[in-house]
């Protein structure tokens, strides 16, 4: 049941410069009648359950291409509460009872695709990893701050993506023993690297960031990401070397300033801050230039 | 509209599609994956517990083709499962060589631990996140070699040429529809198509598979005329959190946890259910304990028995389970390290799928297919833990290469309707298939084969897609998710662990029902930008068509085998049923054959067994 409360938030950071695309003029008139019955609907909805036996979520609400959604706004849903009730369920269950448009990333519902970080009562999770209940009314559900909004609560993560590909982000072999025969690791090794794999590129990190906002500065997640290969016995000096030289560069470790959002915030508990202080470390020892 | 072209399109980049690539790539050849989400957020990422392979002194291929024809019971085809067991080894290896994050022994080799069904320990794992390991490391690989990925590129369709035999039929590519702007494109493969878009879990409504795992390519080949195998062996996973469905990994029955029904007894030695093995029998034997025993009052509420590892202690636990914790704590709110964990079975695995020979080749030219949406098959009427990542890898690869170039050995297993050894008959209590509207508007249709170059053969189909997706777009109709959600309910309610006639019947009714209602779904949201609303229309009619194959196929085979289990036919029966099932499209009536299963490998014949656990 959504009443479509206006708030008209400008403190969103929506990007409005797209354009309306033109639309033949019976075609317009077709979509009008469907946004009707959708507004009836969801009307039919909201006279149906309001006892107190229900959530509330405020949710974030834009579409560059339809009218009524160009200005950021806030569209109110009540969903029968549940218990072990996510943030992500809440959502699904908006959508499929009461607007289908209502847009969000999501697939596994279980911390491990990465795709539904969203910005939850003002702090970085995922959806599907919140119990609601644990949560203050009405639970707020906006955008991870500091990237483009697509639509909805689906941002555009192409920067994310491209500075995870500045790392370099693959392994990359020394001298590979024949056949099958496998590298040795140590188990400590292993153990050392092991937080940094668990990485699932939702973003939240870089959405956290004060530095990586608008900038290009590496960001947590790749840092992380070159920790996990720098860190890895099996790649040998050079290739470290290399490495060090990378995620030292202008906007690399240099530009953090310990502040701690990224670590708190990863759902996946990496010590991301303590990574990349010890890759500060490290290329401090390799005598390699400060910025 | 745009028109792209390339050797190979692999669609779909989870375990499968990536190895696809890599192999199509590593073959000399201009290949790209389509895939409807980025990469790295593939359903292969959930994998926890492992992946088979025998690589130690003591322990050999053979012993686990051996394994594996046993937990199929005897419905693997020798030739499949022999290329699975032969080549895992090599492609373990290759994982590790490209850095993959193996848990380690103290000598520094790759760990293995024991798992359901196997004879010897030789499911080589990462913790408890093997998946989430094993898809990162095959992506980096990707960007390594500089693949060209088109992500959140929705395929509708396949391109295929009209002629009336499938077998006489080309694939030419496929039709994407880029979900963040709303074009439509064509993909045209001068080589093949790969489908690697994995399984149909969300037929159900309780399952361990993600929500985008719609079954997209098995239906889509399925429409093009390649016909769908052993749909009706669906694998319940005996471990999963009763309100969301998480799956709690056979890594912690593997690890020494066990299984306590309500009275505290543990019920898989105490009522008999596997005497040998206890909680390690095959998955299908597990499953049918638990929902046994909660039918017989022994049961916690919701449905459940409890699952138990404190005894395993903390340092055990956070060496080799450590995800386990946080799962059961984040999806149950159960802290496993201070009390046992509610389980229950839920859907897990499509054993069926798109019909391929060890190759990946399906009957139709230059289309291919891997990974869970494929069934080659080998794993028979229940797969073994463990056994559907080296799959991914081994006939991910195999399909890639293939696909790249045409020379490489010759398949033994024959693949469309000239192996088909008998047509069947069944009495079904309504009309399957395509629904006859009469009406140019219906909007169901999702697939169609078009002539001419392969050009025009893929303009043709993306010309029919458009017109399919503005229909509906326009279509002031129902929401999918309410057709989605009673089609769930129907395979919850009759398909499920515990199969009879009469439900089977019904659930084909109901299916039916789905899909005259589908023939009225709209899409409400006008937008083109990330219309999801769109996306999950067309899976809707995906799903709908898999689950009438599959309930097809359950309802004919009247008898007792691995994962399907029929009230009334307690038994295998060897003598009638050796054999798979096969459905066609058949232009919208399905058609149902069968042909043989293949027990000679290599060297031996796999005889058949009573499975005892
Ligand atoms: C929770 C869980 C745990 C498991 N644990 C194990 C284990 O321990 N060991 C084991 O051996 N097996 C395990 N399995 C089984 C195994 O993980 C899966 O069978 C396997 O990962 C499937 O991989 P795939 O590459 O076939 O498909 P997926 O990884 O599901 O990938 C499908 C790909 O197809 C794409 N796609 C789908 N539809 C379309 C479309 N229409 N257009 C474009 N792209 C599309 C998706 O974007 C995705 O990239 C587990 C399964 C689950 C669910
Ligand atoms: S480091 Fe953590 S917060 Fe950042 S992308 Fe990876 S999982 Fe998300
Ligand atoms: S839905 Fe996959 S991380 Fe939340």
Known sequence: MSTHVSESESEAQAGTDQQTTDRPAAQQRRLEKKRARNEQRDQASDSTETDGQTVHLKVFRYDPEVKDKQEPRFDDFHVPSKKGMTVLDGLIYSRDHYDSSLTFRHSCRQAICGSDALFINGSQRLGCQTQIDDLDQPVRVEPLPHQEVVKDLVVDMEHFYDQMDTVEPYFQEEDLPSGLEEQRQDRENREKIKMSTRCIWCGACMSSCN??????????????????????????EDLKQQRLETIEEEQGVWRCQTQFSCTNVCPKDIPLTEHIQELKREAVKSNLKFW | MTLYEHDVIVVGAGGAGLRAAIAANEEGADVALVTKLHPVRSHTGAAEGGINAALRDGDSWEDHAYDTMKGSDYLGDAPAVETLCQDSPEETIQLEHWGMAFSREDDGRVSQRPFGGLSFPRTTYAGAETGHHLLHTMYEQVVKRGI??????????????????????????????DIKTGQLNGFIANNGVVIATGGPGQMYAHTTNAVAQTGDGQAMAYRAGVPLQDMEFVQFHPTTLPSTGVLISEGVRGEGGILYNSNGERFMFEYGYANNDGELASRDVVARAEVTEVNEGRGYENDAVHLDMRHLGEERITDRLENIIHLATDFEGVDPLEEPMPVKPGQHYAMGGIETDENGETCIDGLYAAGECACVSVHGANRLGGNALPELIVFGARAGRHAASEDGADAQIETGSSARTETADVDVPTELGRVETGSEDAVADGGELHSGSPKEVVNRALERQQERVETLMETDGINHADVRSDLQETMTENVNVFRNEAGLKQALKDIRACRERYQEVGVSDPSRTFNTDLMHTIETRNLIDQAEVLTLGALARTEFRGAHWRQSHQERKDEEWLKHTMVAWNDGAPELYYTDVILEGESKEYEPKVRSY
């Open chain 1, 211 to 236: 530095i990586a906002a608008g900038g290009n500065y590496l960001g947590p997640a790749a840092i992380n990401k070159a920790y996990r290969f720098v860190m890895d016995e099996r790649e040998g």
């Open chain 2, 148 to 177: 060209q990925v088109y992500d959140e590129q929705y395929v509708m369709d396949l391109a295929v040429t009209d002629h009336e035999d499938p077998e006489d039929r080309v694939c030419q590519g496929c039709i994407g529809y």
